[in-house]
């Protein structure tokens, strides 16, 4: 059992690293950075160590999540509302789908008009915004947050699904009321909702002919940014994904009663009791983050993003984490960046997190680069 009062733990231990070069002496040790993270890979030593305690967390994030309470997947049934050529370079369409036997879900999709072959897809989530998909469609509010129109115009596929609390389906109680939801799923939680929704929202980029099934990325900015981790844990189709300024932790976070608070966007309800008597879930966001790997992790982070001494903590969480892309013999697709930008999709971040998926979704030659030749005309 976890409690809320979870001290970091921070010890300067010496350590030898090996010299990469022989020849050259080692004048001090390197301290090796101990936290309250370690848990992650305590006592795991190879990767089939770390597959074994992946199937335990793996177990215990759907059962965060209440998993085994979704409803039974129905057919899409696929419709096209409305069809819109933007610029001359993609298409626009307002998509709905089936996520339940009664309901169907809303989205933008984008899809360029100049494609050669099957062409790479991503998930884009947005913030908690009433009209969401047509802030990431471009259409309303901050052109920063335009996912689907930027990266449309970079040869993405681009579904923008709404949150399932928004936009076509805001609540009779107002926008991100989750009453409703409980009443009609009382032991399920809106995280495993939006969560299995956006699962759907790759069904429905793997039913288009256009889309390479093996390319397929996921990122979000706020309530989209973890709702990016929380379904690149989920769905192993997501090959890589990028969460921006996705939200704190449960631990080392005074305002962890925030995630199953008693009104308004209720994302844990089952876990309040346990909350409000200081006890933690048994798992927590390094280990579910860690689901993702080997395939390709963003996060990046505003230290001054809300509560400082939180923020800060999640540099020691990432560090950790690493270690688990290590274990999985891909370092390289993990990375982080912490900024002092605060809440936002500031242009050197938008530039990582769309260069990030292009490393990782498209071929090598989008982003090789060549020498310049040395005799000119």
């Known amino acids: 059992m976890r409690y809320l009062n979870v001290a970091l733990?921070?010890?300067?231990?010496?350590?030898?690293?090996?010299?990469?070069?022989?020849?050259q002496p080692e004048l001090f040790d390197v301290p090796q950075i101990r936290s309250s993270w370690d848990d992650l890979t305590d006592g795991i030593k190879t990767k089939g160590d770390w597959r074994k305690r992946r199937a335990v967390l793996k177990q215990r994030y759907l059962d965060l999540l209440r998993d085994e309470h979704k409803?039974?997947?129905?057919?899409?049934?696929?419709?096209?509302h409305e069809k819109v050529v933007v610029?001359?370079?993609?298409?626009?369409?307002?998509?709905?789908?089936?996520?339940?036997?009664?309901?169907?879900?809303?989205?933008?999709?984008?899809?360029?008009?100049?494609?050669?072959?099957?062409?790479?897809?991503?998930?884009?989530?947005?913030?908690?915004?009433?009209?969401?998909k047509k802030r990431v469609a471009g259409l309303i509010d901050n052109p920063d947050k335009a996912y689907l129109d930027h990266l449309c115009r970079r040869g993405y596929i681009v579904i923008a699904p709404e949150h399932f609390v928004s936009g076509h389906r805001i609540p009779s109680e107002g926008a991100y009321e989750t009453g409703e939801f409980y009443k009609k799923h009382p032991q399920w939680t809106a995280v495993g909702k939006f969560t299995y929704e956006h699962s759907i929202a790759i069904d429905v980029l793997q039913s288009l002919d256009q889309v390479n099934d093996e390319r397929i990325g996921a990122l979000g900015h706020s309530l989209g940014g973890h709702g990016t981790f929380f379904l690149a844990a989920y769905d192993d189709r997501i090959k890589a994904s990028a969460c921006n300024c996705g939200a704190s932790f449960f631990r080392h976070n005074p305002r962890?009663?925030?995630?199953?608070?008693?009104?308004?966007?209720?994302?844990?309800?089952?876990?309040?009791?346990?909350?409000?008597?200081?006890?933690?879930?048994?798992?927590?966001?390094?280990?579910?983050?860690?689901?993702?790997?080997?395939?390709a992790f963003l996060d990046l982070s505003g230290l001054n993003d809300g509560h400082g001494p939180t923020q800060r903590q999640r540099l020691l969480m990432?560090?950790?984490?690493?270690?688990?892309?290590?274990?999985?013999?891909?370092?390289?697709?993990?990375?982080?960046?912490?900024?002092?930008?605060?809440?936002?999709?500031?242009?050197?971040?938008?530039?990582?997190?769309?260069?990030?998926?292009?490393?990782h979704l498209k071929p090598l030659e989008a982003t090789r680069t060549q020498l310049v030749p040395s005799t000119t005309k």
Request: net charge negative.
């Open 71 to 80: 409803p039974q997947k129905p057919p899409l049934n696929l419709t096209v």
């Open 256 to 295: 962890v009663e925030g995630w199953s608070r008693d009104h308004w966007y209720v994302y844990f309800k089952p876990i309040r009791a346990g909350l409000l008597k200081g006890e933690l879930p048994p798992i927590d966001f390094h280990e579910i983050i860690s689901l993702i790997a080997p395939r």
């Open 87 to 132: 610029d001359g370079l993609y298409q626009r369409q307002l998509v709905s789908y089936a996520v339940e036997v009664d309901e169907r879900a809303y989205a933008y999709l984008g899809i360029p008009l100049e494609l050669t072959g099957p062409a790479p897809a991503i998930v884009a989530l947005h913030g908690t915004y009433q009209h969401g």
């Open 318 to 359: 990432l560090m950790k984490i690493m270690e688990v892309y290590e274990l999985e013999e891909a370092p390289q697709n993990f990375g982080f960046y912490a900024h002092g930008r605060g809440h936002s999709v500031a242009h050197e971040s938008r530039q990582l997190i769309y260069g990030f998926m292009d490393a």
């Open 9 to 23: 733990i921070l010890l300067v231990l010496p350590r030898s690293i090996p010299a990469q070069n022989r020849n």
